[in-house]
Every structure is written in C-alpha cells, then in structure tokens.
C-alpha cells in the first residue's frame, strides 16, 4: 500500500507533472512567476489549500456522495468547498498573517480559479482513491507545482535582461521557455513502470 | 434599432478578434494547449465552451437582478458548475470515444477566468440577448483559436488533420506531446502579435502578458 | 385531512416531475463517468437537492462565523490616506508600500505626513488634514547624475559586448570605462526607474527629468557605480562628477572630470567649495547657486542645472551710483562713475545675483528672459537710456 503511495506522489510532481506534462494551472503560472517572491509565497499557498481542500473533498465526496449515488454533483460541490475554503482563509490570513496576506493579495482568490485545484479531487474521485492515496496526490502536485513555479521565476526574472523580440515579449516567449522545461521533464517519463 | 444592430456587430468582432481569449487576454490557456493535440478535439472543446458560455451568460443575464452582490461570485460559479455538468454528461454520452481522452479538462471549464469574468462584466449588467450573443462570440473566438492550435499541432505533429492524413512521411512527434503544445502555443502567440503589429498597427507583445 | 391533503400533493408532484424528466427530456445515455440509469428516481433528485441546501448552509454559518470571529478593525482613516497616495509602491518614505505608509501615519503619532517624496506637497497637506497632523514644507529634492563623461567625451578600456546592463558590465574589470567612478551608460537606471523620469541621452548618460523624478532613490540604489546622488532641486549647481584620480589620470581619461585644479575653490565668494582627494565638492548648504565657479572650471566639470540665468537690471532714476555693485560684480559687467547712474552690460551679466543682494538703494533687479512681462517692461526702459 504504501508502494502505491510513494509512486503516486512521485508520480504527480515529476512525471506527470500538472504544469508540464497536463498543462494546468497555468494562468497562475505565468501570473505569478514574474517575481520569484510571489512564486515561494504561492507555491506555499498552493500546497497548503491544496492538502486540506483534497482532504475536505475526499470526505464529502466518499461518505456522503457515493452512498447516495449523487457523483454527477463532483464537480459543483468540490468547486464549492474549494471556495468556501479558500475565502476562510482569506479572512483568517488578513487578521493572523496580515503581512502575507497583502503580499499575496490577489494570488489568494486566484487560486479558486486555478485548474489544479479542481482536477485533483476529480482525479481522487475518478480513481476512487483512499485517503492517504488523495493526500499523495495532493502533495505530490503541490510539490510539482511549487517545483515548476520556483525553475519559471528563476528563469523569467533573468528574462528581463535579454534581447526578446518585441512581438514574442511577455508570454510567447515565456511559452517557448516553458515547452523546453517541459522537455526536459519528459526525461523522468522512465522513472517509474506503472 | 440601428444601434442595436451595430452593438451585435461589435460585441461579435470584440469576441473573435479585439478580445479573443485565448490569444488576446491570454485567459484559460489551460486547455488551449492540453486538447489542441488533434483538431477533432480541439473543436468539440471549443463547442463545449461555447455552449457553457452562451448559456452562464444567458442564465446570469436572466437573474442578474435577483442575485445579491455580496454573494455574486459563488452564485455564478454555481450556475457555471451546473452547465458544465450538463456539457460533461451529455458529451460522455454521444461523443463517448473523444470524452475518454479529454473528459477532465471538459469539468475544468468551470475553472475558466473568461467564463466567470464575461459573466461578471458582461452579463450581469446587461439584457438577455446580447449577454447570450457575447458568450456565443467569446466561445466562437475561443473555438476558433483552439482549431488554429489543433491545425498547427496535428498537421506537424501526426500528418493529419481531423484523423485524415494527408503527409506520408514521419511526422514531427514531439507537436502533439506536451512540450509541443507549449511551442505552438508560443510560436502561434508571437506570430499572432506580429500580425498584428505589422498589418494591423496593434500593439500585441511588448512585456505584459498575464 | 391534512395528512391526506400534503400525501395527495406530494404523489402529484413526483408523477408530474418524473414524466417531465424521464419523457419529455431524453434518457440519459450509456457512458460518461457516471453509471447510466434508465430512469432518474425521485430519491436521487431529493438527496442532490438535499446535500447541496445542508453543504450551502453549512458554508454560509461557517463563513458568517469567520468573518465576524476574525474581524479587521480597519481605520477609515487609513483608506482615506491610502486614496490620496500614488500608489507606486516605491518604499521612499521608509514603509513597506504605500498601505504600510498610510497604516503607520495614521496608527503611529510620530510618523510625519511629509514622508511621500512623489506624492510632494500635495499629498503631504492631503495626509496633514486627515491624520490632525502639521506638515511641515517638505524641500523637494531630486536625482542628480554625478557625471558629464558620456561617450563621446570619456575614454573605454575594453569593448564591451556583455548584457547591456550596467550590474552585468561591473562584473568585468569594473566596467568598461577607463574613468573608475564614471557612469557606464547601460541604463540600469532607466530601467530602475518607477516614474520613467529617466531617459539615456544620445552619449550614453542618463537625463533625469524635473517633473517627473520624485527622489524616491530607486536610481541611486541602483547604479553599481554610485554615481547619482539624491539633491535638493533648489541647489541647481552641481560638480559633476566623483572622480578621485589625481588631475593628470583624470584628464587622460575624460574630458570633463574634475581635475581638481582648485580654481572653483578661489572663485567662490562664499566659500562653499572644498577639495578632497582630488574632487572639489560644493556645500550646499553654504551655497548661493551664483554659478561663478561654472564659469571658471576649466574642464566644464561644474554643472548649472538653473535653465536660464536672469539677468541684472539697474533701475536708473533709483540709482544713486554707490559703485558696490561694480566691486562685487566678478565679471566686471557693471560699467559708470562713481555718483552717476550705473548700467550693466547685458552680454557679460552671468546673473549671479550679488550686485542685487550688495545694492543699498535696491536699484537692481535681476530680470528673466526678455520675453517676460518685466522682460518688457525692462526693454522698454532701456530703450529710453
């Protein structure tokens, strides 16, 4: 059990990395990687609602959805528990961590419109996966999103320096950069045989 | 009347060119690069979208004055959640073989920024029919740009085009596989902008990008 | 009766609900992520209904406990002073942001209200009235480029053809300038620049402009050379440049360095100017800004940032021909005998002012261009001496 575990945390944040490989969340991609500070900040974010949205998802989805045969309600009720979440968080980080708060400021409720948010309680539910199995996905994306984040930022803030031609400035050019990590990350495809 | 006619014309034009979304506003690029891999699936995603959002923006439009604004944004993400439904199921049912390979970027149109933010700043403000003709033009652009992607991406990347090959020898592999996406996706973007630049006097590029 | 009344209504209304459902819209069909069913139960509509009604209640008791529990007492005040900043973010006045700014003027009493350098005045009085605060008239101050040596008046030691960034270019050898303390014309300031006050000139130095710069001193962080230096707007005569080489290296290497000859030191009437390792640098707050010593350097090092002088202008009936004038005069313009009225030769009057601060009978007046409307007046009186 805990094989399967391990390769599905792997599995999500290398191999079939949610940026690279599925190609979501990359609104926020892009948004947030032009400084490398808003990256670390949301990468953070990202992963912490991401574990305890999964989490809330699985419950409701497991004890309350498939008893009741309701699964056709997957993706209006995980969106809404998303955003309920997320806008607790809201609040409760503009009174505890106010400084993070106003750092992240919009990247916050961005993140209820991001892709990976969403696939990843319909890709538990899909799957019927156990707890600990969703929690290894949602950590292993959150890890792979943060990684993928954290190479962008690093990139794009030397970008800046660079001789882009006018028309590919901006994101035509972040694009190409991001097919070439994506290329590159192909390279873990051997990794593990599923 | 006239003046209504030339709105339409407008908000039409706006959709497909002025505020295509994909190439323009640069919003929901997710799926742009993710289904673009055969054409195929790149129209029935852009149909897909453009149902949903001719029917958000329809539906917003209708109860635009019995949502309070305070809890505008969750009701629209429900009323979006409820149409996806709709799209998920009816296409898992006639379009079973092209659902299997797509079916979750189908339920993550609900995740879309254009379709909730057409629905906040068009919709909610204004009648029935144009709300509906801005969400049929939206989705229309967005169609049409997702077709442009599934052109490029297929013809390069598998010979073909809508499953009819057409080139005989070994196609370039690495277009249709993620990396390929993201190429086009860029390449198509720059050339777009430089169109537009060079034909159009826009601005496209030039730093930015969201 | 009741019972049987709600029993009745309840049986009419899952009949007409199912027909509507299961005929007049079509079955759902096979395939899909979700079993198939040949005809929807009443049942799964009443749970659906039912889940989302208790998950939409639970939320919305949830949220209204949370806002209300973790409720932010937000000073109106500190929106109010939030609205009248610009909203650059530029750090200037010491805070995190314009928020941080507007939160610490209102919430600290010891914050001043005068801390928004690009806001000036303005805003300053703006925050003053909010707040209860005096603000005191800030000096405005400005950026101001420490180098004349673009290229065409500079020697290089090497081509340089790295990134065009003045950062990148320090990393090899310290630049490609032969002058240690010269400014590398990549533009990192321009680029550093939040108010795009900054513009490169045709020699590869960079201009600062007077209405937009807001001495927020995001350049002078910048510059790997240290060559801006935050000033205040009011003292416009500046030695342009930071070069500490001894004369002879300096005039090797440019053409207007300071060579540190002396001659700016002598000049000044008010002793404003010192020499220290071989650069002359004016105390400004000793400074009259007469613009002598521009006059004087043999290099042009100095710099006169005042766009036009005005010029001195004996009023005739009041002079009494005191004759201070044309002792203190250092450009000998002021011409006539003692006890006879005085003149001052137009060409020569590099309007430093001191023959209008010495005149007892305060007989001169120093006068902007001629186009203005004490200009004409001014002609028109010289027209009838």
Redesign the interface.
């Known amino acids: 059990m805990f094989e399967k575990v391990l390769t599905i945390f792997i599995a999500s944040a290398l191999i079939n990395n949610f940026v690279f490989s599925r190609y979501l969340g990359l609104c926020i991609f892009f948004g947030v990687t032009k400084k490398m500070e808003t990256s670390i900040g949301m990468s953070f974010t990202f992963t912490a609602v991401m574990l305890i949205g999964a989490a809330l998802s699985w419950f409701?989805y497991t004890y309350?959805?498939v008893p009741?045969?309701?699964?056709?309600?997957k993706i209006?009720?995980f969106i809404?528990?998303v955003a309920?979440f997320v806008?607790?968080a809201d609040?409760?980080m503009?009174?505890?961590t106010?400084a993070l708060y106003?750092k992240l400021g919009i990247y916050l409720a961005l993140i209820v419109t991001n892709c990976i948010i969403l696939a990843v309680p319909l890709i538990n539910a899909?799957e019927h996966y156990s707890l600990f199995e969703s929690m290894a996905l949602a950590l292993g994306s959150g890890l792979g999103f943060s990684l993928a984040l954290i190479i962008m930022a690093s990139i794009r803030e030397k970008l800046?320096?660079a001789d882009v031609p006018k028309s590919f400035q901006g994101l035509p050019i972040s694009f190409v950069l991001t097919g070439l990590i994506a290329l590159a990350f192909l390279g873990f495809s051997g990794m593990i045989t599923l | 009347m006239t003046t209504d006619k030339v709105n339409y014309g407008t908000i039409i034009k706006n959709g497909i060119f002025g505020e295509n979304p994909v190439f323009r506003l640069a919003l929901s690029l997710c799926p742009a690069v993710a289904v673009t891999s055969g054409v195929k699936n790149g129209f029935l995603m852009g149909v897909a979208v453009l149902f949903v959002m001719t029917m958000v923006n329809g539906t917003v439009s209708l109860l635009r004055n019995f949502i309070s604004p305070k809890v505008r944004i969750p009701s629209y993400m429900f009323i979006i959640a409820t149409w996806v439904t709709v799209t998920?199921?009816v296409?898992?049912?006639?379009a079973?073989d092209v659902?299997k390979q797509m079916?979750l970027y189908i339920m993550l149109i609900v995740a879309f920024a254009i379709v909730l933010s057409r629905a906040e700043m068009f919709a909610s403000k204004n009648k029935l029919i144009p709300s509906m003709v801005d969400g049929a033009a939206m989705g229309m652009g967005f169609l049409l740009a997702l077709v442009l992607l599934g052109i490029f991406r297929e013809s390069l990347g598998k010979g073909s085009l809508w499953g009819y090959k057409f080139v005989d020898s070994k196609p370039l592999l690495i277009m249709i596989m993620p990396t390929g996406g993201f190429f086009a996706m860029g390449l198509m973007m720059g050339w777009l902008n430089w169109v537009d630049r060079k034909f159009f006097g826009g601005t496209g590029g030039g730093g930015g990008g969201h | 009766m009741f019972e049987q009344i709600s029993q009745l209504f309840q049986t009419a209304f899952t009949h007409i609900l199912s027909a509507f459902i299961n005929k007049l819209v079509p079955l759902?069909?096979?395939?899909?992520?979700?079993?198939s069913v040949e005809v929807v139960e009443i049942k799964?509509i009443v749970?659906?209904v039912a889940?989302?009604a208790v998950?939409?209640v639970i939320?919305g008791i949830?949220?209204a406990m949370?806002?209300a529990r973790?409720?932010?007492k937000v000073d109106p005040k500190v929106d109010q002073v939030r609205e009248t900043l610009p909203g650059a973010n530029c750090g200037a006045c010491g805070f995190a942001?314009c928020?941080g700014y507007a939160e610490a003027v209102v919430g600290n009493p010891d914050v001043a209200p005068n801390l928004c350098a690009p806001g000036k005045s303005a805003v300053a009085e703006k925050i003053a009235q909010i707040t209860g605060k005096a603000a005191s008239a800030v000096d405005p101050k400005i950026a101001r480029v420490f180098c004349q040596g673009g290229r065409g008046k500079s020697q290089r030691k090497f081509i340089y053809s790295g990134?065009?960034?003045c950062t990148?270019a320090v990393l090899a050898a310290g630049g490609d300038k032969s002058c240690d303390f010269g400014c590398l014309g990549y533009a990192t300031c321009m680029?550093a620049c939040p108010f795009d006050a900054i513009t490169m000139s045709d020699d590869s130095l960079p201009i600062i402009s007077k209405e937009k710069c807001t001495a927020c001193g995001k350049c002078v962080a910048a510059c790997p050379k240290q060559v801006i230096e935050l000033s205040l707007m009011s003292k416009a005569v500046v030695i342009s440049c930071h070069s500490r080489d001894k004369g002879v290296d300096t005039k090797k290497k440019c053409q207007v360095g300071c060579i540190g000859c002396g001659i700016c030191v002598r000049t000044c009437p008010v002793d404003a100017i010192k020499l220290e390792n071989n650069l002359a640098r004016i105390d400004h707050t000793k400074c009259i800004t007469c613009g002598l010593c521009v006059k004087k350097c043999p290099t042009s090092a100095i710099h006169d940032y005042i766009p036009v002088r005005p010029k001195a202008f004996i009023h005739a009936e009041i002079c009494a021909g005191i004759d201070v004038c044309a002792k203190v005069c250092p450009v000998s313009a002021i011409s006539g005998d003692v006890k006879a009225v005085h003149a001052v030769d137009q060409a020569k009057c590099i309007g430093c002012g001191m023959c209008e601060a010495r005149c007892p009978k305060k007989a001169i007046e120093m006068v902007q261009a001629p186009s203005s409307a004490a200009g004409k007046h001014v002609e028109k009186e010289m027209a009838a001496v």
């Not at chain 1, 009741?68 to 309600?73: E, I, T, W």
Request: zero cysteines.
């Open positions: 409701i309350v959805m009741f045969q309701l699964g056709f309600l209006v009720i809404g528990v309920a806008q607790a609040t409760i503009k009174k505890v106010p106003y899909e800046d320096l | 998920d199921l296409m898992a049912a006639y079973r659902y079916g | 759902v069909g096979v395939g899909g992520s979700v079993e799964t749970y659906a889940l989302l998950l939409g939320f949830a949220l949370v806002a973790f409720v932010v942001g928020m990134v065009m960034d990148a680029r």
